[in-house]
């Protein structure tokens, strides 16, 4: 057998949606990109939504939103892609990373707290393989802390009075937090659309946003357009309609739009993403538990509890009593028998560009050690259950062999 790690789920309504875009003679930023936005702040239950190229652009803008720049620091995990903390440096500010929980994946509020000065402007934590953080406790920081919170006047700090909480929900989509779905807890919160995520629009992502009697959302959402679009009041949709041609640039603004022919995608994929998607997901998560809790060399991912639960995005096992030296060769074992597993995620320390910058992993002792011993497995909607079988049965034996 050949098994991919995550290849797209595309079937014939996508495929039907795109076509519809192609010969409707719009297929940039028009009428299905601002019916995907829409559709985006229903299932989130958000207050307003604004589609673009990646979820990468989206926690940028957001924090452009919301002026931040150079002499402000921004927390976010250790244990994460290079994309929650490169967006810190390219507004200007400085990163400041913090370990994860003890037996978890996503970020330790307690850090978090440590890691609070006069200077933190914003927390990115990182809803890791679609697991919630534990929202409550980060926003209970946040107050305890608010005395050293100083906002430039005249901005949407301001406004907002506290240290921005910005979800890095990449991978989450669709997950819930004490009943609510991610995209409506955070302040604003950033979903990726990326080819390898349970929803995607080949490439893609989303910034969503909660209701804020602070804020005004027509406000919030024309500026954030302004922001992906050059800074040019009209975009083209608008300025299609007869001897509406004239346009202003107000800003020197960003290209970050999305497009009608990945919105198509999209809408195709969030009619089918909880009936089939998630659904299937769940089915192959609880077929790897039921083979793997039965064998004491693992420790399988939490993705359920009584507050939580993820959008099943990925399957982080560890092994036991492994270094990454050995899960790396179980790696090798396993794509030799046509098995392609991951890793997610090598600390942010452990990089070049992040070594560069001053970190260094030993600060870091939770990430450290969940990296040693982590595989990711194959989980995707085209995976048969024969398949499952087939990836349980050579880890076993592979495993086994250690």
């Known amino acids: 057998m050949k098994i991919l790690f995550s290849p797209p789920d595309i079937t014939q309504a996508e495929i039907d949606e795109v076509v519809d875009t192609l010969k409707s003679g719009w297929i940039t930023t028009g009428p299905k990109t601002k019916l995907f936005e829409k559709e985006i702040t229903k299932y989130c239950g958000a207050a307003g939504a604004v589609c673009l190229n990646s979820a990468t652009a989206a926690m940028e803008l957001a924090l452009k939103f919301f002026d931040i720049g150079p002499g402000d620091e921004v927390i976010t995990s250790a244990y994460t892609y290079t994309a929650s903390a490169s967006v810190i440096l390219h507004c200007g500010a400085t990163p400041v990373l913090v370990d994860i929980k003890p037996g978890e994946f996503n970020i330790d509020s307690k850090k978090i707290e440590e890691a609070i000065t006069k200077k933190t402007k914003a927390i990115i934590p990182v809803d890791i393989a679609g697991m919630p953080v534990d929202f409550d406790e980060i926003f209970e920081v946040i107050e305890r802390k608010k005395s050293l919170f100083s906002p430039k006047k005249g901005t949407y700090q301001e406004k907002l009075g506290r240290i921005l909480v910005l979800s890095d929900a990449a991978h989450s989509i669709g997950a819930e937090y004490k009943g609510k779905k991610t995209g409506s807890i955070a302040d604003f919160t950033s979903f990726s659309f990326h080819a390898v995520k349970n929803l995607t629009t080949a490439e893609g992502g989303a ?69 089939e998607i998630v659904k299937r997901r769940k089915e192959i998560v609880k077929l790897y538990n039921e083979k793997l809790i039965k064998n004491n060399k693992f420790i399988l991912p939490n993705l359920k509890d009584k507050d939580k639960e993820s959008s099943y995005h990925l399957y982080l096992l560890r ?84």
């Open 207 to 275: 910034l969503t946003w909660k209701e804020n009697k602070s804020f005004d959302n027509e406000e919030i959402y024309k500026e954030i357009m302004l922001l992906a679009l050059h800074g040019q009041n009209k975009d083209a949709l608008s300025k299609m309609k007869a001897g509406a041609w004239e346009y202003d640039i107000v800003m020197p603004g960003y290209k970050c739009n999305m497009t009608d022919i990945n919105a198509s995608i999209g809408l195709a994929q969030l009619k089918r993403y909880d009936s």
């Open 319 to 402: 092994i036991k009593n492994m270094n990454r030296q050995k899960v790396n060769e179980i790696i090798e074992k396993m794509a030799e028998k046509g098995i392609a597993t991951n890793v997610h995620y090598k600390p942010l320390p452990l990089l070049t560009a992040y070594k560069n910058l001053g970190f260094k992993v030993e600060d870091y002792p939770i990430a450290k050690e969940t990296y040693e011993n982590e595989i990711s497995l194959p989980l995707h909607n085209l995976l048969t259950n024969e398949e499952i079988e087939y990836v349980l049965n050579n880890l076993l034996e592979v495993v086994g062999e250690y």
